[in-house]
T-cell receptor, first 115, second 110 residues
Framework: EAGVTQFPSHSVIEKGQTVTLRCDPI?????LYWYRRVMGKEIKFLLH????????ESGMPNNRFLAERTGGTYSTLKVQPAELEDSGVYFC?????????????FGSGTRLTVV | QKEVEQDPGPLSVPEGAIVSLNCTYS??????FMWYRQYSRKGPELLMY????GNKEDGRFTAQVDKSSKYISLFIRDSQPSDSATYLC??????????FGGGTRVLVKP
């Protein structure tokens, strides 16, 4: 079974530019999550999709972040315009069980550097 | 104050020793508790998942939860150099949002 795939693995962009991160969850997993870790901080929740619907987006930091999951398969997270404080590692995770009782499978992350 | 506190380490032990890790939390709504292992440049990998007070064992790993003290632990027996990684505790309430500790770096020396 293929795991959660994220790309790019690393992105360096200038402040003010736009970046789009992509996540392919495990096939059949309706639940998809975005998390991020900024330097020196804990991994923090951004949002949760159930199929194509946003179940919880309480962790999205501001309206420069836009997440989509058209068709309920892969998801994208766009940052526009990027700021220096957006630098960090963005993780995607998926789960089959709505309660998360099967645990969450994480991807390897996208390391975003804004300069 | 952080919702989940975890000592960042590093924790250095000789091969074969028991590794003892722990987290404390303040939110009494947390019901589900997890331990993840994360190797450098990789994503967190689920090791243990528990939802009740007490012990849960899986191979060399034992997870303990004490809800009355808001304290969880992970023990790794017969530690190996391949266990060298960052260990993250995570927990959640009734919803699906995980709250992570900052992680503890563990180094197992041959």
């Amino acid at each position: 079974e293929a795991g959660v795939t994220q790309f790019p693995s690393h992105s360096v962009i200038e402040k003010g530019q736009t970046v789009t991160l992509r996540c392919d969850p495990i096939s059949g997993h309706d639940n998809l999550y975005w998390y991020r870790r900024v330097m020196g901080k804990e991994i923090k929740f951004l949002l949760h999709f159930v199929k194509e619907s946003k179940q919880d987006e309480s962790g999205m930091p501001n309206n420069r972040f836009l997440a989509e999951r058209t068709g309920g398969t892969y998801s994208t997270l766009k940052v526009q315009p990027a700021e220096l404080e957006d630098s960090g590692v963005y993780f995607c995770a998926s789960s089959q069980d709505r309660t998360g009782r099967d645990g969450y499978t994480f991807g390897s992350g996208t390391r975003l550097t804004v300069v | 104050q952080k919702e989940v506190e975890q000592d960042p380490g590093p924790l250095s032990v000789p091969e074969g020793a028991i590794v003892s890790l722990n987290c404390t939390y303040s939110n009494s709504a947390f019901q589900y508790f997890m331990w993840y292992r994360q190797y450098s440049r990789k994503g967190p990998e689920l090791l243990m998942y528990t939802y009740s007070s007490g012990n849960k064992e899986d191979g060399r790993f034992t997870a303990q939860v004490d809800k009355s003290s808001k304290y969880i632990s992970l023990f790794i027996r017969d530690s190996q150099p391949s266990d060298s990684a960052t260990y993250l505790c995570a927990m959640k309430a009734a919803g699906n949002k995980l709250t992570f500790g900052g992680g503890t770096r563990v180094l197992v020396k041959p």
